[in-house]
């Protein structure tokens, strides 16, 4: 059990340093916004950790990774407590699950058949999105790239070859949560995401019960 001090020194906006994790985590579950993230993390990438402080920062719904369970979480600078985080293994199959409840959008700069960020258009979405990021260096897999319904690339002007990859999911995530400011979609995903958070709270209840 935390004391008031240790509380009041945690990471967290004013709002929340007196709430317990728990309490935390359901409060941004009623304002996530319809968006889930995945890192391929094969080769032990600490960058994941920074997709999901990143993930915290946009109140992202979820955050896959798939590959190895074990990750550095010192990047996180302990926003993996608060946010929802599910490991997915070592086998695409359990990637190629979520595609009845996701778009999937690849990010990757160095690939073929990709649009641009900047003109990108979310509204042709029929469903929330789950981006996609690979390895640092070696990127996503062509089995991921496969189950791709968009890539997308963020251009650049410089003379590197990509962006890191933690870099790149804040610009994404910050963009799309932009669009979802002004969009008749969001508040549609909103109402589902709200919906089903709802029915769950409700099964843990009456297994509660029982």
């Known amino acids: 059990m935390l004391d008031n001090w240790s509380l ?27 968006l889930a993230i995945c890192m391929e993390h094969w080769n032990g990438d600490f960058n994941i950790s920074t997709l999901i402080r990143n993930a915290n920062a946009f109140n992202v719904e979820k955050v896959y990774y798939l590959g190895k369970k074990k990750m550095d979480k ?3 600078v ?5 946010t929802d985080i599910c490991h997915l293994g070592n086998d695409v ?27 990108f258009d979310w509204n042709m979405l029929e469903k929330p999105p789950l981006m996609l990021f690979g390895e640092e260096g070696s990127g996503l897999t062509q089995e991921t790239l496969n189950l791709a319904d968009y890539r997308i690339e963020i251009e ?18 910050y963009d799309f949560v932009r669009f979802l400011k002004n969009s008749k979609d969001a508040h549609k995903w909103q109402k ?3 919906d089903e958070i709802c029915s769950e709270q409700n099964e843990s209840y009456q297994l509660t019960l029982l």
């Open 8 to 34: 009041w020194k945690r990471n967290v906006v004013d709002k929340y340093k007196s709430m317990t994790v728990e309490n935390i985590r359901e409060d941004l579950k009623k304002t996530a916004n319809p």
């Open 74 to 76: 010192r990047g996180c």
């Open 78 to 82: 302990g926003t993996h407590h608060y």
């Open 93 to 119: 199959c359990e990637l190629v699950k979520l595609k009845n409840k996701y778009t999937f959008i690849a990010i990757d700069n160095n690939i073929s058949d990709t649009h641009k960020l900047h003109e």
């Open 156 to 173: 650049q002007y410089g003379s590197v070859r990509s962006l890191n990859v933690g870099t790149s999911s804040g610009l994404l995530m």
């Open 192 to 194: 589902e995401l709200n």
